[in-house]
């Protein structure tokens, strides 16, 4: 099938750094036309990250592709009256300042729906719009923590840890692209635009492997597994002669050709590993052996 599936789409791009970038982008891939709104001057703080001297930010670049750029300063009278004209001829505004920063300014969800009632208004912050935290600052590591994802991650002797890359940014730009998708598909249904509010601590949340339901069902913690998975094994990374070797076992089936593979096939009917519960009450001994 020939084309794009939104390349009939208009997106006013405010989003800055990571997470909201990513959003757009993959907007941008599905087909969108973004047109990304900077600051005069200095542009996204993005744009000075690594690269070769005197270019831009590889992974501005990288976080930017397939979009229009424009310098506005919305702080400025004339400034917003050019955005609002844009807002008129867009279908999707997407932002992940803090929570009341386009209010202060004069451009929350009213304002911007009085230009076109049709916007989908698209808000990312680190605590959403509302509650004891709203307007608080955030970067990955702060939505990994307060998401709960930095506590169950890390060795079981060492403190948490981080998950790798900017994890909670990418996180929150796949959601904030969900929503996005999911309000214009609305949008032309019913004539109206929507605001969205997301939270990057509630997409990090979100992603913690049903433990709050675990826990709140069966009384049982999160704890720190390292590489390994806490209701089954093998399940780990395991070190080589040459290197590391990944594997991971989450089938009796499976289990049973591991065993095969290693040379050792009355394992996978012992009784002790014959089962996922058996088998994680065993970790330590399945990954000794595999070891």
């Not at 796949?174 to 939270?199: I, N």
């Not at 998975?229 to 395991?238: E, G, I, R, S």
């Amino acid at each position: 099938m020939p084309g794009r599936v939104l390349e009939d789409v208009r997106i006013l791009d405010l989003t800055r750094v990571v997470a909201g970038p990513f959003a757009t982008a993959i907007l941008a891939d599905l087909g969108a036309d973004v047109l990304k709104v900077e600051r005069p001057g200095t542009g996204d703080d993005y744009r000075y990250g690594p690269s070769e001297k005197g270019q831009t930010s590889l992974s501005f670049q990288n976080t930017n592709r397939g979009k229009r750029s424009i310098t506005l300063d919305v702080r400025r009278p004339e400034g917003r009256a050019l955005l609002l004209r844009l807002v008129g001829q867009s279908d999707a505004l997407v932002e992940n300042f803090r929570a009341d920063w386009l209010a202060r300014h004069g451009l929350d969800a009213a304002a911007l729906h009085a230009a076109n009632p049709r916007l989908v208004v698209a808000s990312l912050s680190g605590f959403g719009q509302t509650g004891p935290r709203a307007g608080e600052g955030s970067y990955d590591i702060v939505a990994q923590a307060a998401g709960g994802f930095l506590a169950m991650t890390g060795f079981p002797d060492g403190p948490p840890v981080r998950g790798g890359g900017a994890l909670a940014d990418f996180v929150g730009g796949l959601y904030l692209a969900v929503g996005v998708v999911s309000g214009l598909l609305e949008a032309r249904r019913t004539g109206r635009g929507r605001a969205l509010d997301l939270s990057n601590q509630d997409a990090m949340f979100a992603i913690t492997d049903s433990w709050a339901t675990i826990a709140a069902g069966l009384g049982v913690a999160a704890e720190r597994t390292g590489n390994q998975h806490p209701f089954t094994a093998p399940y780990d990374c395991y070190a080589a002669r040459d290197g590391h070797v990944a594997i991971g076992c989450a089938s009796n089936k499976l289990f049973r050709r591991v065993c095969e593979a290693i040379g050792r096939p009355e394992l996978g009917t012992d009784e002790r590993f014959r089962t996922h519960r058996g088998r994680a009450a065993r970790r330590g001994e399945i990954n000794a052996i595999l070891a």
